[in-house]
């Protein structure tokens, strides 16, 4: 079991979420359970995702569980577009978070693919021989 508190990933998955939660009480009223619901859903999954995988055992249950905090990154990118699309985000904020959350997305590609690259005896083996 790892601590998910000491992984980078998810310090910067909940200073995401914490900003949207802030970002997201602007959106009218009539968007609560609408793209509000859903960008504080898909956020807030990314952290979670990681918590519960640290929470498990082994990496193959911990791989799984990054896998689905990746699908969370890419519909939180999505929903981020359609809010500044319809004008509930301005540029310069979209640009802002849109970032984060394509930085935050390479940062669980690097994770997942380090936790499946297979290892002898501590050292990593290359696919390729």
């Given at each position: 079991?790892?601590?998910?508190?000491?992984?980078?990933?998810?310090?910067?998955?909940?200073?995401?979420?914490?900003?949207?939660?802030?970002?997201?009480?602007?959106?009218?009223?009539?968007?609560?359970?609408?793209?509000?619901?859903?960008?504080?859903?898909?956020?807030?999954?990314?952290?979670?995702?990681?918590?519960?995988?640290?929470?498990?055992?082994?990496?193959?249950?911990?791989?799984?569980?990054?896998?689905?905090?990746?699908?969370?990154?890419?519909?939180?990118?999505?929903?981020?577009?359609?809010?500044?699309?319809i004008g509930l985000l301005d540029s310069s904020m979209y640009g802002k978070l849109s970032l984060e959350t394509?930085?935050?997305?390479?940062?669980?590609?690097?994770?997942?693919?380090?936790?499946?690259?297979?290892?002898?005896?501590?050292?990593?083996?290359?696919?390729?021989?």
């Amino acid at each position: 079991m790892r601590d998910y508190r000491e992984l980078k990933v998810w310090q910067r998955a909940h200073s995401l979420t914490v900003a949207l939660y802030g970002v997201t009480a602007g959106f009218p009223r009539t968007e609560i359970f609408g793209l509000t619901g859903q960008i504080r859903r898909a956020s807030a999954s990314i952290g979670a995702n990681l918590a519960e995988g640290c929470g498990r055992w082994g990496d193959g249950d911990f791989g799984r569980f990054v896998a689905i905090a990746m699908g969370s990154a890419s519909e939180l990118d999505y929903h981020l577009l359609l809010a500044h699309d319809i004008g509930l985000l301005d540029s310069s904020m979209y640009g802002k978070l849109s970032l984060e959350t394509v930085e935050l997305r390479k940062m669980l590609t690097a994770l997942y693919q380090r936790i499946k690259e297979p290892t002898v005896h501590g050292a990593t083996v290359s696919a390729k021989g």
